[in-house]
């Protein structure tokens, strides 16, 4: 795949279109990370008891 992005010339060499990818892979596992982070703060909060889930499911059809 890197030989092809530099013949395409969307990289100078495969040095280059190595570095791109792994800062790739680097930022996606920071994002998955910080999902992670934000589901678990979720489920930390616990449930909301004044949470109605019928009229929240109607309000969301009604703006559909």
Not at 10 to 33: K, M, P, Q, W, Y
């Amino acid at each position: 795949i890197g030989l092809k992005l530099v013949a395409q010339g969307r990289f100078e060499n495969l040095s280059d279109a190595c570095r791109a990818g792994l800062r790739r892979l680097d930022e996606d596992a920071r994002i998955v990370e910080h999902l992670v982070t934000l589901g678990n703060e979720g489920m930390a909060s616990g449930i909301d008891p004044t949470f109605d889930i019928d009229a929240f499911l109607a309000e969301v059809r009604s703006a559909a």
